[in-house]
């Protein structure tokens, strides 16, 4: 299975990284203001460290900007699922031998999964051997003035004070 451009950019994200696009994922056009202000609720990083990862990330092709003023509004070039795949297909290659079998084995076999999660594996792996599987993906599309405040909200951080829509 080749692997894209994009999948090679996201296999080696850190923790902030990850943290970062999963505020992000979380609305739609965000500031770096609105992802430190997010952070900041969970670790303490300096907000030019927020800028950085973003504007690497960017630079990776994980996510999009436009300007917006005298900053930028950020929203995510990549999918969750894409991010995962590549992730978990990384995951297999590197440390099982390319083997997803080792992987779900592993799964079913740790203490912390209850039955019911068994069963919702063993159903998923059933599903997908009796459909052929395949993944449905939709973008969303609108200007980043409007989905900032939306992206707010997505972060739980509400209205931002003193400006307009």
Do not use: C
């Not at 070039?77 to 795949?85: I, L």
């Not at 997803?100 to 076999?109: A, G, H, I, Q």
């Amino acid at each position: 299975m080749k692997r894209s451009e994009k999948d090679n950019a996201n296999s080696d994200l850190g923790d902030l990284e990850l943290e970062v696009l999963d505020l992000v994922w979380g609305g739609g056009w965000t500031s770096v203001r609105d992802v430190y202000e997010a952070l900041r609720e969970k670790r303490r990083t300096a907000y030019t460290t927020v800028m950085t990862v973003m504007t690497r990330l960017h630079g990776r092709g994980m996510l999009e900007r436009q300007k917006d003023g005298k900053s930028y509004l950020y929203r995510a070039a990549v999918s969750r699922e894409q991010v995962t795949r590549s992730f978990l297909g990384r995951l297999v290659d590197r440390l099982l031998g390319g083997k997803p079998s080792e992987l779900l084995s592993y799964l079913v076999s740790e203490e912390r999964i209850g039955s019911e999660e068994r069963e919702a594996i063993r159903r998923l792996v059933e599903k997908r051997a009796g459909s052929g599987g395949g993944a449905a993906g939709g973008r969303r599309s609108s200007g980043p003035a409007r989905e900032s405040e939306k992206s707010r909200e997505g972060l739980g951080l509400g209205k931002r004070k003193g400006r307009g829509a």
